[in-house]
């Protein structure tokens, strides 16, 4: 059965020209107190729904923010299936907020009964687009909404691979009706650990289907295996390279205006930082529609 | 070619366990593909360490981070998170900590773990609209005893061998002496909590066995019984009455009535 997509589009419009912020822990009190001016809140569902007092603040917000949702523990790669109790608990989060977006990763991160804390890549074959297929099918027949997926970040790949990772999501989208999140930053990050030109990849990215954008920064360090080199590692820790801002720049212009995130997930700096870097991608999509106006003949 | 399966079962004894044999011919990527994982490696083991010196700080206080660090990368080897709600692990740390090398030189570590932990679960939690007396006194003397009652969610007990609760104190006041002479000494803790505050009260044995049975869910009658056994005179009415003034109960339901 395909989902229909159903996500909102009046909300969509209207926040696609603001960026959102990653809504975590260490600011939910600021932000519960200032309600800063930001177009949306990202969230992921795992750091509330063991935390009762954190849920109970979401929901508060909620009454004012957008909201998405943004899961990191529903393993679609996963050879051992999903976690079906984390999703009926992802579907009540769900029914209680009424996220504009729901998301999560292109990865795996359960194996057995282990769940291992990160988002661990898959091979780009036909046996894990199966796979990853009928667990996102899975995921959207239980939240009744199309489940956007996010493309890694990346600094190995496969000997099984078979196919790009484009064609791997644009595959996904074929078989799944699911939406898109490209994250550009992970794109930067990937294009330099494996040695891609990281614009054709947004060439070839199945843009119809995208409905958000992230950013986030990384942490460059030694490559162990290749002394003088440098390895970008997906950390979250500081603020979006410029290199980065370049690629999103061209990515709005050829995807046009999609809602975009700034993600900071460690070392997690002044809301007042974060802000600013949502104004910097404003500016950027101000850039981009007026730009658009002009070819209309507008300006 | 490796099967889907094979792979994850061998990154996951890379990750986890540091065993990465069979991954040669699996990767490509850099000079030394293999070497990439061990970011992911990395990464599990960093971030479940710092969530765990995250959790009990007080007991890193106790302890050093280094001791601390050192058995929860143990911890995260033997007994990876089986949820990825991660506030939810860390529960049977306490007890595993205890069984760490060199532990036997803190006897009530393992207390004193378990105590912070619970500090932690009840300080997230939310609490409910106390049931007022009245409605305990509407129940009939027939249906009492078939009584069950929920307490608030940050309520959590604990009894320890030693004084823990000083240590705690000493923690949170950041007043510890130079030195300290520590006896073992039986304390009956109730902790209780909500929306980022807690607090740590002692109780007396009786209280507190009668106060933890409820928690756990006991009809009073069988509560009732079970204090009588403990101490002839348990006044059962009056702990009964205590802790609904005290505002600990949420919820009350007779037993088999579906209502």
Redesign the interface.
């Known amino acids: 059965m395909r989902t229909e997509v159903a996500i909102t589009m009046t909300t969509i419009q209207e926040i696609q020209r603001f960026a959102g912020i990653g809504l975590r822990l260490p600011h939910i009190a600021e932000v519960v107190a200032t309600r800063p001016p930001v177009g949306w809140l990202e969230i992921h569902p ?2 509330f ?6 849920m ?1 603040l979401l929901l508060e917000l909620a009454e004012q923010y957008p909201i998405s949702v943004h899961t ?2 529903i393993s679609v790669g ?3 299936g999903i ?1 079906r109790e ?1 999703l009926k608990q992802l579907r009540s989060l769900v029914e209680k907020i009424n996220p504009i977006l729901v998301s999560g990763h292109l990865a ?2 359960t ?8 988002l ?1 890549p ?2 780009y074959n036909e ?2 687009l199966q ?1 990853a297929a009928k667990h996102i099918r899975e995921v959207q027949e239980h939240l009744g909404r199309p489940y956007l997926i996010e493309n890694p970040s ?8 078979t196919m790009r990772e484009t064609e791997f999501l644009s595959e996904l989208v074929e078989r799944t009706n699911c939406r898109l999140l490209c994250d550009v930053s992970n794109v930067y990050l990937s294009s330099h ?3 891609y030109d990281a614009y054709e990849y947004i060439d070839r990215f199945p843009a119809g289907a995208v409905a958000e954008l992230h950013l986030g920064g990384f942490t460059p360090e030694e ?4 002394p003088g ?1 440098e ?1 970008w ?1 997906d950390t979250h820790e500081c603020a979006v390279a410029d290199g980065a801002w370049e690629l999103y720049a061209y990515t709005i212009r050829k995807f046009g205006v999609v809602p975009t995130l700034i993600e900071w997930d460690s070392n997690i700096p002044p809301l007042a930082t974060l802000l600013k870097e949502t104004a910097r991608a404003k500016a950027i999509v101000a850039g981009a529609v007026s730009v658009e106006a002009c070819h209309a003949g507008s300006c | ?5 094979n ?3 061998a ?2 004894q890379a ?2 366990a540091g065993v990465s044999s069979d991954l040669d ?9 293999r ?6 490696r990395r ?2 083991e960093a ?2 360490v710092k969530a765990m010196l995250e959790k009990f700080p007080a007991t890193t206080w106790l302890v050093g981070s280094a001791y601390l660090s050192d058995g929860a990368r143990q911890y995260i080897r033997e007994y ?9 692990y860390g529960a049977t740390f306490p007890q595993y900590l205890a069984l760490c090398p060199g532990s036997d030189r803190l006897p009530y570590l393992q207390a004193f773990a378990e105590l912070e932990w619970h500090v932690g679960q009840v ?4 609490d409910y609209p106390a049931i007022p007396i009245e409605e305990l006194a509407a129940v009939g003397i027939d249906t009492l005893p078939a009584t069950v009652l929920t307490l608030q ?1 940050g309520t959590r007990y604990l009894h320890a061998g030693w004084p823990v609760d000083e240590l705690m104190r000493y923690f949170l006041t950041d007043t510890a002496p130079d030195q300290l002479e520590f006896e073992p000494s039986g304390v009956w803790l109730e902790i209780r909590g ?3 505050e807690f607090r740590i009260n002692r109780l007396e044995e009786a209280d507190f066995l009668f106060r933890k049975a409820i928690w756990e869910g006991l009809p009073i009658g069988v509560v009732a019984e079970r204090l009588l056994e403990f101490a002839a005179a348990f006044e059962a009415g009056k702990a009964l009455a205590g802790i609904v003034s005290a505002g600990l109960v949420a919820k009350l339901a007779v037993q088999g009535d579906c209502q």
């Open positions: 795992e750091n729904l063991a935390n009762p007092h954190a109970e990191v523990g996963s050879v051992c976690d984390h795996w991160s194996q057995g009964e282990a769940y291992l804390n990160d661990l898959i091979p046996e894990s796979l990346s600094y190995l790949g496969f000997e099984t691979s650990n494996l040695g490559d162990s295996a290749a080199d390895i590692v | 070619m490796p099967a889907l399966a792979i994850q079962q990154m996951r990750i986890v011919a699996l990767f490509t990527g850099g000079k030394e593909p070497k990439r994982l061990e970011i992911h990464h599990y971030s479940l990876p998170p089986q949820d990825p709600c991660i506030a939810a300080s997230i939690a939310i969610p909500a929306r980022g």
